[in-house]
């Protein structure tokens, strides 16, 4: 279940084609992690996109104009070990690359942080939510 920031500069994903974007993060997100690609958890992989300006790229204290590309991926703590977390940066670098407009042809520069989230901190709907109640669901759940 992850939640997922994406942070990137207007105009880096076409409308379009972002819907696509989403569903390939959710189900290469959701086939790391180890969870049924379900309706249900599908609906608890839940990915913002934050669009900003160009400009407001700052790097070494300077506006660059650069077109990076952050991934800010939050995870049950222990849902991952250190082998899963690398194919899942691979998986999303690909995927954002894939996906990004990128008319210089120059590789886009991707940085993902994962963020280990203790189990205790999860809540949906006022509700704590366990990593085993996602791996094991209702047959019957429906989509939050």
Known sequence: MPL?????????????????????????????EGLPDTAFVRS???????EYSVTHVYH???????NVVSLEVNVFEGGLDDGQK????????????????????????VYILIRNVPVT????FGSRITLSELRHPPQ?????
Request: overall charge negative.
């Open 44 to 50: 608890t992989c839940w990915i913002y996109f934050h």
């Open 60 to 66: 070494g204290g300077a506006s660059m104009g650069s």
């Open 4 to 32: 997922i920031y994406i942070n990137c500069p207007a105009e880096t994903f076409d409308p379009k084609i972002r819907d696509e974007l989403a569903s390939e993060i959710t189900a290469a997100s959701l086939a790391v």
């Open 121 to 124: 901190d999860w809540g949906v």
């Open 86 to 109: 690398k194919l899942l940066i691979e998986k999303l670098t690909t995927l954002i690359r894939r996906f990004a407009s990128n008319p210089n042809q120059v590789p886009v520069p």
């Open 140 to 144: 019957d759940a429906s989509p939050v």
